[in-house]
């Protein structure tokens, strides 16, 4: 199947994100949608206003249909349409047909009948992302075997889970193939799109992936991490193991709140600028740093500053390259201990993460002396 966009699922956690933002009911969100986990989960968690923009309409059809599929269909059944869930191909058309075509736009009903190959797999397949890490994982799990990551599902704490890892899982050639995999070479274009290795430098990303491994496995309940499920299996394997939007404790709220997600083709610096001033008090910034210049970023976080307040959050995340906070935006304050802390729980925690907060201006040290 070719992909249709980047990504088929978000890369971020969104309990991360919520946590580092300080993310309460009644902020204004601006975030990146990608693949629409995020605003997605946040809404089911959190009564907040989302404005998700991305630069890429196949993106926005994604998150479109996840965000239709959650409002009609139970819970389960959106999981198994989306692709989360194993589900028949031929279920999945029937939804589609029957249901999905009456709540979605007809510029992305024809997108979805023109890729009816991406609706009988599973909509979260069909990303370029995904499909590379189906075949990049395939001889992790062959080495890892299957029996050890169930021995993995089955802790009950993450002391057990780091055991059980250091015991099974942390082999040498499994080391090597990280860094075969994930070889600039075959990772670019492949994986993400050359833009997105702007920043990358002459080392081996492989290296770093494979430090983090430790961390995907061991710092959340893996019976309960979908991501850590779908990476080696291609699906969730447990019931508890999903999104949160897609979780049914969190239905009720989800629908209530998901009225205040506006998808927005764009890029974030345009809709900032032409926000209105203290339109955003919360801003999720991805790890869109990787695919910027220097230059482009330093005008993004003035501004940030310009049109933000004191006490309003931000989260940068990265893989190449932290972009410095530019002494033109000395209001922002960068709090790497709690983004050493965040990442320690974060569910697939292969980007860093920044977390910025607008600090009042007095709280400036006094550079008179």
Known sequence: MKPLYNFGLSQEDPITEIKGLD?????????????????????????????AVDTSEDQLRLCRIKQQSAIILEPRVAAGFLGYTKMAGKRREKIFKNKIVHSIIKEDVDYWRKNSKAIRKGVIHAGKFE????KASLPGRLIIGKKNFYRL???NTIKEQEAVFDRFFARILLKIIFKAVFHPRIYKNRGIDEAGMLHHSTG???????????????STL????????YVFFRQSLFPGALPEYLKIENHATFLRNQRQILFVSSKIEHVLSQAQPRRFNKILLSNIGDWMSKDSMARLLMDIQGKTQSGSRVIMRHIYLEHPIPTSTPFLKPDRNLGEELIKSDRFPFSSVVPIQHIKHEQLPDQTH
């Open 23 to 51: 993310l309460a009911d009644g902020d204004s969100l601006l975030c990146i949608a990608g693949a629409g986990e995020v605003p997605l989960c946040i809404a089911a968690l959190k009564n907040v206003s989302i404005v």
């Open 131 to 134: 499909q590379f890490i189906s």
């Open 153 to 155: 599902f089955e802790c």
């Open 204 to 218: 081996n990303i492989g290296d770093f992936f494979f430090n983090r491994f430790r961390n995907f496995c061991c």
């Open 222 to 229: 893996a019976h309960d991490n979908f991501l850590l499920q």
